[in-house]
């Protein structure tokens, strides 16, 4: 039977209804026109109108981790593509789907330096996991099927589709997505089973163990944190989790012993240093959480569960490695943990978990609010608390109140949790916010930022107030750029240099001016009232609180420091870890 | 269209000697032969910060479209492995083989020598020319290219010998290599 012929822009809506797009971020130019002219004359796929296109990225790759869906962002040739960039970037180090649409000059004048021309494949090779360039209408269909299949499949990651104008205005065949079989793109889902049963057997005779998770957990599905929790109750293990893993098991129990890492916890550094097992599922070995690798876990045997045998032996050489999805190696791990009938060894466990009570006890986390400024830790336990239960989505910026809010908010699921982790790009949070929003309309999204990274894309304000996203925007703002304070403060001498802020704008009348009511907290007897009020307005709600300037994160490592170096607080309060703990072995 | 190998078993830290020198590797890698994918490799390489000692590409399967490229790399046997995982996860490579571990292989390269002199010295290329089988391709009065294949030692070697008696220029090919036997890539 003869296929249907269509223009180019046709293919490329039908193309985006059939991968079942609901929502498109985007941004019109010269060379995309007769497509915008298409998106025009259709509703299936809703077109939100961003304000750049770095926040159609980071909106987009909000869309991804909040729905599990690949989000979709669209853009034009030369200046429009090259914005993406820090987004598509940020996508790849995160692994998160995104599909990255954008116009190209007519196939004629590439090479030419046309207007708004720019190398985009080029640009993006290195910051994409792949992309294409359209040369006919012919492959159109092929060539975005295959963008999601790529950027879906595997580890996830980010495709850009570059497409020259006379590509969209021209004529050809359309093909569904099952028609289109990528040519070689075949990933390992499935573990191999020898590796597998080696692992938890090595599981079961451990002493001292721990599971490591990481973002894989999250974007092999919900059923993956299902399935680990489920190993986690089992087994007894104590569980960490990466920035990126948050929400994978949920924070509440017992066995969760916080983030580890960098800005981790006391009990989950010492407990990831003294392990004789450790089972990472589907985290990396981040510098940020190995500190030293020469000092990291010495002493444990190491299993390392990953989609990508490139992230296997890459920054730490592993015992027992799986490649695998980890919904699929979690199961057979239960699966085969109970054929084999087999037991942990109950009183080692018992004394192990004695010895992580005595690092929990040192409460690594306590602060005291006192009637000064309030502590960004006092209003982000105040966030946690005012908000228990709630159908909360959160997305943060980079810096200080990143790390606080990834110690002090608490995630008993998956996907609820929204940051940017391995690029640490600032001006993340109220785009991602934004494409939150846009596929969660009815549940409740909170943007926790401090002013330095929200001016890197607060226009993205107005497509938030254009379209009416009840976004909650948390300004904790110390007037500087905290993190840079601190290690001014703790590596540079104390010399602050080029991090005050105090420069202003005025964040309310800004807020007013974009469309959002404004609220304002100075005093911590305040927080719990602005809190319950900006989580109660339907509306784009923005709360700028007045929070300490001099405040530090801690737990610290400092960088490439081992996990014993752990700072506790001021005035370079160790952890104390003494001769007993370091000899367990 | 040859299927993609059965994905190979990722090494365990025991067989990965984190002390071992590096060691120089031959990768032979199947890829799709479309645009950009040598800047994917090559980008790879650069980006990461691993060396390319000597690179070969051509289409081989006209019909598939597929290249096939040779890279030649040195590394420690972290490194070598993480170059390997890199090159898979690219989505237009079908395949890849170290073929320093892979069992037996042959490797060849080609250069061309130019070598400027008169009487004695000239005499003297043309013998050495001959116990290494190098071809004269071009001749003139007061020079000649020879036309040399072998392994990149063999190459070497002449070159070397070809210093003193006036060498001018030297063109290489860089080395190809495929695995010995019966077996398909």
Same mark, same amino acid.
């Given at each position: ?17 059939? %991968? ?31 304000? *750049?296109? %770095? ?74 996991? *792949? ?59 499935? $573990? ?62 017992? %066995? ?71 919904? &699929? ?34 409460? &690594? +986390? ?5 009637? $000064? ?69 009815? &549940? ?43 290690? %001014?403060?703790?590596? *540079? ?16 009348? +800004? ?75 | ?32 032969? =479309? ?88 005499? =003297? ?61």
């Amino acid at each position: 039977m003869a296929k249907r012929r269509f223009i180019g822009g046709e293919i490329i809506l039908k193309a985006l209804a059939d %991968q079942d797009v609901d929502v498109v971020f985007g941004y019109p130019g010269g060379v995309t026109l007769p497509l915008y002219d298409k998106i025009g004359q259709q509703n299936r796929t809703k077109h939100i109108l961003v304000a *750049h296109e %770095q926040g159609a990225v980071h909106a987009a790759e909000g869309y991804a981790r909040s729905t599990g869906k690949p989000g979709v962002a669209l853009a034009t040739s030369g200046p429009g593509a090259t914005n993406t960039v820090t987004g598509l970037v940020d996508a790849l180090m995160d692994s998160i789907p995104v599909v990255c649409l954008t116009g190209q000059v007519v196939s004629t004048l590439i090479g030419n330096d046309a207007f708004q021309e720019a190398d985009t494949t080029g640009i993006t090779r290195p910051a994409t996991k *792949h992309n294409y360039l359209v040369k006919s209408t012919e492959d159109l269909a092929r060539v975005i099927h295959e963008a999601f299949y790529v950027a879906t499949h595997g580890r996830p990651g980010p495709v850009l589709v570059d497409i020259p104008k006379d590509v969209i205005l021209g004529e050809g065949e359309y093909v569904g997505p099952e028609d289109v079989l990528p040519k070689s793109y075949a990933p390992q889902i499935k $573990g191999e089973k020898a590796s597998i049963e080696e692992a938890v057997e090595l599981m079961a005779s451990a002493k001292r163990p721990i599971i490591y998770a990481g973002g894989g957990v999250i974007n092999s599905g919900p059923k993956a944190s299902k399935l680990l929790t489920e190993l986690v109750d089992m087994t007894g293990f104590p569980c960490t989790l990466t920035l990126m893993g948050l929400g994978a098991y949920p924070a509440s129990r017992p %066995q969760f012993l916080g983030m580890p890492g960098m800005h981790g916890t006391l009990e989950a550094n010492m407990a990831m240093y003294q392990c004789d097992v450790m089972v990472n599922i589907g985290a990396r070995f981040d510098d940020r959480v190995t500190g030293k690798t020469d000092a990291f876990s010495p002493r444990s045997k190491k299993i390392h569960v990953d989609i990508d045998p490139s992230s296997i032996n890459k920054n730490i050489a592993v015992d027992v490695p799986i490649i695998g999805d980890c919904t &699929s190696v979690l199961r057979d791990m239960l699966r085969i943990w109970k054929a084999k009938n087999l037991k942990t060894d109950k009183p080692a466990l018992k004394k192990w978990w004695a010895q992580i009570g005595k690092w929990q006890a040192k409460d &690594s +986390l306590g602060f005291e609010q006192d009637d $000064g400024p309030i502590k960004q830790q006092y209003a982000l336990s105040r966030l946690r608390e005012l908000t228990r239960g709630d159908d909360v989505y959160v997305t943060t910026d980079v810096g200080q109140h990143q790390m606080w809010a990834a110690q002090y908010l608490h995630f008993e699921e998956p996907n609820r949790w929204m940051t940017s982790g391995g690029l640490g790009t600032m001006g993340y949070g109220v785009p991602a916010a934004m494409g939150v929003q846009a596929g969660h309309p009815d &549940s409740k999204v909170v943007c926790v930022t401090s002013e330095g990274s929200l001016l890197m894309n607060i226009q993205e304000m107005a497509t938030i107030a254009k379209y009416g996203l009840p976004v909650k925007i948390l300004n904790l703002n110390n007037n500087v750029l905290g993190m840079i304070r601190q290690w %001014q403060e703790l590596f *540079h001498g104390n010399r602050e240099s080029e991090c005050d802020l105090s420069r202003g704008p005025d964040f309310l009348k +800004l807020a007013e001016g974009f469309g959002f009511v404004p609220l304002s907290a100075s005093d911590p007897a305040e927080v719990d009232d602005a809190i319950n009020e900006m989580m109660r307005i339907d509306k784009p709600v923005f709360l700028n609180m007045a929070v300490s300037r001099d405040e530090n994160v801690f737990p610290m490592i400092p960088a490439g420091a081992a996990h014993y170096d752990i700072v506790l607080g001021p005035n370079d309060q160790r952890a104390e870890v003494d001769d007993d703990d370091m000899m367990m072995a | 269209m040859a299927p993609r190998k059965k994905p190979r078993k990722t090494p365990t830290k025991a067989q990965l000697d984190a002390k071992a020198e590096p060691q120089e590797h031959t990768f032979s890698v199947l890829v799709a032969n =479309e645009a950009g994918v040598l800047a994917r490799v090559v980008g790879l390489f650069s980006g990461r910060g691993y060396n390319i000692d000597s690179l070969t590409v051509s289409e081989v399967d006209e019909e598939e479209h597929l290249s096939k490229i040779t890279i030649v790399t040195t590394g420690t046997p972290m490194i070598i492995e993480q170059i390997r995982a890199q090159l898979e996860r690219l989505v237009p490579v079908r395949r890849v083989a170290d073929l320093t571990v892979e069992g037996p292989s042959v490797s060849r390269e080609l250069a061309l020598v130019k070598v400027k002199g008169r009487g004695e010295k000239r005499v =003297e290329s043309l013998r050495i020319a001959d116990i290494f089988r190098a071809h004269v391709v071009d001749s003139t009065n007061n020079s000649f290219v020879f036309e040399i294949v072998g392994d990149t030692g063999k190459l070497d070697a002449f070159i070397e010998l070809m210093q003193p008696l006036g060498l001018i220029d030297v063109s290489r090919t860089g080395v190809v290599a495929i695995a010995r036997g019966a077996e398909e890539m």
